[in-house]
């Protein structure tokens, strides 16, 4: 599929950013339009370094903003909206399950009928050529795993946390729309993404902030949760493809071949910082295990197969060389790390783990 005009949603977030420059990278003839609503998430940072793109367009605004949205189908005729706009975190979610329904559903909602009512003939019963919706969703979805298996495509959907139901019930809506209406859509469940640009909510920034500072290095429980980690260009590449050429009204899975248990994370990111940095004081002495999360899935892993089969997809980088990227990107750039965590970020670190 020729695409040309991407509209994507969540562009000043972690993965939004991330694929924002994939883009502009590999096509010379691409344009994309960016809609953030910048919350605490969404960085301008991230895209400073393209904001004098003449390919790339910046809106802020919010997804469940119909009429912004609408006004910007009609003036750039995007040839596929990229859904990234969402609230992740599962901690927030237990504390306020109603603005992740707001954002992650309703807000999906809006989007598709937007699109629906840009892309849709009702009279003729037809769709505009080379039109796709591309959500952009989770393994979380699918609940947890036992020690052995892996999450496909035909899982079935069992979430666990108000995050994780609040994306699939957005899954549904987006499935709802193809199969009622024949929206062309796309849904990409992801395993664990890491890499440049990732708000230190998460657990990889979170631990190379902190170990710098010689700050406590908070682990669910005994820290043996096993999570699938992707590198974020990785997954750039894969919705890049499901974009392109994924075969509509379908899902596919995008993994890393990386399962790692949690403390196995935690350990590798102290080992790299102390070599790195000479610092002694960056020890496992650090690590502090806190009350586990109300319904914390205990694994996740994803069978990627269907993506390489069907697109030629595979995850090229192992998880050694992408958390060595990682780790790089952070401590080049220092004042991007402080000043997302100055200010509102210290409060919601200090409700999450001082009483824990």
């Not at 367009?57 to 469940?64: A, E, K, L, P």
């Not at 040839?79 to 399950?97: L, M, Q, T, Y």
């Not at 894969?238 to 974009?243: E, G, H, N």
Request: hydrophobic share 35%; with cysteine; aromatic share 10%.
């Amino acid at each position: 599929m020729e695409m040309q005009t991407f509209l994507v949603t969540g562009c000043a977030g972690f993965i939004g950013s991330n694929f924002v420059h994939y883009m502009l990278e590999k096509y010379p003839g691409v344009r994309l339009v960016g809609l953030d609503k910048l919350t605490y998430a969404g960085n301008l940072e991230n895209l400073a370094d393209v904001e004098n793109d003449a390919r790339y367009t910046f809106v802020q605004g919010d997804i469940c903003d119909k009429a912004l949205v609408e006004e910007l189908l009609r003036r750039h005729d995007p040839d596929c909206v990229v859904n990234f706009a969402a609230e992740s975190h599962v901690d927030r979610s237990i504390k306020n399950p109603e603005l992740f329904v707001k954002t992650n559903v309703e807000g999906t909602v809006d989007l598709l009928q937007c699109c629906k009512d840009a892309w849709y003939d009702a009279a003729a019963k037809t769709w505009k050529a080379g039109k796709k919706y591309l959500q952009v969703s989770t393994d979380e979805v699918y609940g947890a795993l036992g020690p052995e298996g892996y999450f496909t495509e035909a899982t079935p959907l069992c979430p666990h946390s108000p995050y994780s139901a609040s994306k699939a019930a957005a899954d549904l809506f987006v499935m709802a729309f193809h199969d009622t209406y024949g929206m062309p859509v796309n849904i990409t469940r992801c395993s664990n993404n890491y890499g440049p640009c990732q708000f230190p909510e998460k657990l990889i920034p979170l631990l190379i902030n902190n170990a710098r500072q010689h700050k406590a290095l908070p682990v669910y429980g005994d820290g043996m949760q096993v999570r699938d980690w992707l590198y974020v260009r990785d997954h750039c590449k894969a919705i890049d493809a499901v974009a392109r050429a994924g075969r509509e009204g379908e899902v596919y899975n995008i993994g890393g071949h990386n399962e790692r248990p949690n403390l196995f994370i935690v350990k590798t990111v102290i080992a790299q910082l102390r070599e790195r940095l000479g610092d002694g004081a960056i020890s496992e002495a650090l690590i502090t295990h806190v009350a586990d999360r109300p319904g914390h899935d205990r694994r996740y892993g994803i069978d990627p197969a269907k993506i390489r089969h069907d697109l030629g997809w595979y995850p090229e980088t192992p998880f050694e060389k992408g958390i060595a990227l990682t780790i790089d990107w952070y401590l080049a750039n220092p004042g991007w790390m402080a000043g997302v965590t100055s200010g509102e970020y210290l409060k919601y670190y200090e409700q999450m783990y001082k009483n824990r």
